[in-house]
Each structure stands twice: as C-alpha cells, then as structure tokens.
C-alpha cells in the first residue's frame, strides 16, 4: 500500500521531534557530569536549550498539520539518550568519546533537518521550511563549536590524564 508524501513528512517530523527528546537527554547528562570542561558544559546547556526550542518548532508544525508527536518515540528516544551517556560515563575518556558522539549525532541531525526541508517542499509546505531552517542553523552552529573544541577538548584532557587528575569528565 503507497503512503502519501503528507504522511512520509509526518512521520519524518515525528522522528525530528522524537530525535531532539534524545538530544535534550544526551545534553543533560552530560552537564550533569562535566567538571573540568566548563566552556563545553556551558555550550551543551545552551544546546538543550536549543533543542528544546527546536522541538516546539516541530510540534508547531505538527499541529498546523493536524497532528502531533509520538510520545511513544520521544520517550524511546530519550531513554536512548540515558543509555548512550551512561555507557560513556563508565569510560576513563568519557569526554573524548562524548564529543565523538556528539559530532555524530549533530551531523544526523543536520541531515534530518535538511530531509525535513525537502519533505516539506513536496508535501506543498510553504510555511514550515523557515521553522525547520531555524533548526537546521543551530545545528550547523554545534557541529561546527565541536568541530572547533575538538583540539582544545583532546589536549586538556591529555594534559589532565598525564597528571594523574579528573580526565574524563
């Protein structure tokens, strides 16, 4: 059975909404935890911010269709973002292998917001592109500040580990 593009692109703002619900949990727990990285713990509370802000931006655009979010794929998602951070924590180079993930997971959302944009456009969406565009810019912003940090991150906690201080987080 053929599924209209109207439903593709629902289903795709679900998952946006869904996949900001796992960015929040990620961001926050790793807040919860950072001590000696202060201008990056600072930049992820300012990101959970963002993605909540971003998530409003969906289920705006969700409503204005008609519909709404799947609470059912925000809370897998969010429990998914406890998961991948605990599994982290128990690592002697959390904060290492944390900014690797969480460049990953700006790039997956950068895409998700680009697809979006596309989707919308079939879809005859004419005003929601400028919401998600919002999005998209954000998380083009994140990439590119951990893409910047990548160094500084690393060398900080080379230094750190090679003094027999707190390293990881």
């Keep these: 059975m053929a599924t209209s593009i109207r439903d593709i692109y629902i289903t795709g703002l679900q998952n946006a909404h ?3 619900a796992q960015a929040i949990q990620l961001c926050q727990r790793q807040v919860e935890r950072l001590e000696n990285y202060p201008e990056m ?61 969480n460049y990953a997971f700006e790039h997956f959302e950068i895409a998700s917001y680009r697809a979006l944009i596309e989707m919308a456009e079939a879809a005859g969406d004419g005003a929601s592109p400028r919401l998600l565009e919002q999005s998209l810019n954000e998380e083009k ?26 390293s990881g987080v």
């Design 41 to 101: 713990r600072e930049r992820l509370r300012e990101h959970a911010e963002e993605s909540r802000r971003q998530q409003e931006r969906v289920e705006q655009i969700l409503q204005s269709l008609g519909t709404s979010h799947s609470s059912l794929k925000d809370m897998g998602t969010s429990i998914m973002g406890n998961v991948a951070a605990m599994q982290h924590a128990m690592m002697q180079d959390e904060v290492v292998k944390n900014t690797f993930a």
């Design 18 to 20: 869904a996949l900001e």
């Design 141 to 166: 912003r994140m990439a590119e500040w951990i893409d910047q940090h990548l160094s500084p991150t690393i060398r900080r906690y080379m230094q750190l580990e090679s003094q027999g201080m707190k």
